[in-house]
């Protein structure tokens, strides 16, 4: 749905997820499922914001930094439990881990299961924000998303895109090419430029 141009990932309660049901691991191959889900999910051409109230666990940790924002409450907390438990983590979720977070920060959770609470995610770079509380989390996610949903939707989504594939080392440049010409031809370019100049703001259409 063309429309859509924002997406947010959030829950109840009091966590935002445990990842894998362990008690279906050895029927299922749970890290493909999840490497699927969350692989879908950074591939999504929406801008992804999740908001995370609580604890988030295991492959739920993949699926938010297949987001393109993460904000947090300074209660929430992470651990992967994957290799105490005799679990590969999946290639999409490590790549993802070393792309967003470096590889030190990857060993830290992956190999060394460390617990990371809110201020430690942050500082990882696993939060873009963290928040006091859980109103404050609603309010600054509010204000992300009016944010994200003002800017100029070729060029918001096209960044994201391009952006996502820079990381992975799979830039496309007729892709990119073809996306630059675009939006340098656009309706919402001309709007932008007029809205500048004159100090209202821009209405545009994504055209």
């Known amino acids: 749905d063309s ?3 924002v997406l947010l990932l959030a829950a109840e309660g009091r966590h935002f997820c445990s990842g894998f049901n362990i008690g279906a691991v050895p029927g299922v191959d749970a890290g493909a499922l999840f490497e699927q889900l969350s692989d879908d999910w950074e591939a999504a ?3 992804t914001v999740a908001a995370i109230q609580g604890g988030i666990y295991g492959g739920a940790t993949d699926l938010a930094l297949a987001c393109d924002f993460r ?3 300074a209660a929430c907390e992470m651990f992967v439990p994957a290799a105490r438990l005799g679990l590969h ?13 470096g590889l030190a920060w990857a060993k830290r959770v992956l190999l060394a ?12 770079g696993f939060l873009d924000r963290l928040l006091p509380d859980g109103e404050a989390l609603n309010g600054a996610t509010e ?4 944010q994200l ?7 918001l989504l096209g960044m994201k895109k391009h952006l996502n594939a820079i990381a992975r080392g799979q830039l496309d440049t007729a892709a990119l090419r073809a996306d630059l010409d675009r939006a340098n031809a656009s309706q919402d370019l001309a709007e932008g430029i007029a809205a500048w100049q004159a100090k209202r703001p821009p209405q545009f259409r994504g055209t």
Do not use: K
């Not at 983590?89 to 977070?101: S, W």
């Not at 299961?113 to 990882?124: F, I, V, W, Y």
């Not at 204000?143 to 009016?146: E, P, S, T």
């Not at 949903?149 to 060029?155: E, T, V």
């Open 113 to 124: 299961g460390e617990t990371l609470d809110g201020p430690t995610m942050l500082a990882s």
């Open 71 to 73: 904000l947090g409450v």
């Open 143 to 146: 204000a992300l998303l009016a």
């Open 149 to 155: 949903l003002a800017m100029a939707p070729l060029a």
């Open 89 to 101: 983590f999946y290639r999409g979720g490590m790549e993802r881990y070393v792309t967003r977070l």
């Open 3 to 5: 429309a859509v141009r």
């Open 45 to 47: 051409r929406p801008i």
